[in-house]
């Protein structure tokens, strides 16, 4: 869960898309165990484990460069708002697929239901091979931590894409160097 200090119960079913700025830098604050103005990966990476959500430092990057509009690595104050949208976007959009009660898995094919909520429609046989990378204990279903891997892999290789397709062709040309380029930004 990306909720860091939720007040109570009570409030969380009104929780804003953007909440105010005060909550933003309380949330900030509590993230910057250093106060260093920051957020680095290690500091994401433990505010998100203490949300029990554990990535890698490789994925924890990825959701920081998603956000991070300087490439300095890291999260300043304004670039924190985009980071708490796509990670309140990506857990709202989790929560709104039907889960098993205890596990709070979802089953594949809601998964790829959840997908295309979030504008992403995939051709059957690259949907499948999709899922099956993003659940590699071929569980059958996934929780909200192999949901957000699965989300910023697509946002990664949807951005990379772009870059290589400026006038949005639908389609791009890539020698070698450039695929891997490409392949190492989407992941
Ligand atoms: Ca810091």
């Not at 949901?147 to 990379?160: D, E, K, N, P, Q």
């Not at 070698?176 to 380029?181: A, D, G, K, L």
Request: net charge negative.
């Amino acid at each position: 869960m990306w909720r860091p200090q939720q007040p109570n119960a009570a409030e969380r079913h009104k929780q804003p898309a953007v909440p105010d700025a005060a909550s933003l830098r309380r949330w900030f604050d509590a993230v910057d165990k250093d106060h260093s103005g920051h957020i680095t990966v290690t500091e994401l990476q433990a505010a998100l484990a203490d949300g029990g959500l554990n990535f890698s430092l490789g994925t924890v990057a990825a959701i920081i460069r998603q956000c991070d509009r300087t490439g300095s690595g890291s999260i300043t104050f304004s670039e924190f708002e985009r980071l708490h949208v796509f990670l309140a976007t990506v857990q709202d959009a989790f929560g709104a697929l039907p889960a098993d009660r205890q596990s709070g898995r979802v089953l594949l094919d809601d998964v790829a239901r959840g997908l295309s909520s979030l504008g992403y429609d995939l051709e059957p046989a690259v949907l499948r091979a999709l899922l099956a990378r993003f659940d590699p204990l071929a569980a059958g279903s996934m929780g909200l931590q192999e949901f957000l891997a699965l989300t910023l892999f697509l946002r990664s290789s949807a951005a990379t894409f772009k870059a290589f397709d400026p006038s949005s062709t639908g389609v791009v040309h890539l020698n070698f160097h450039q695929y891997i380029y490409a392949a190492v930004n989407s992941t």
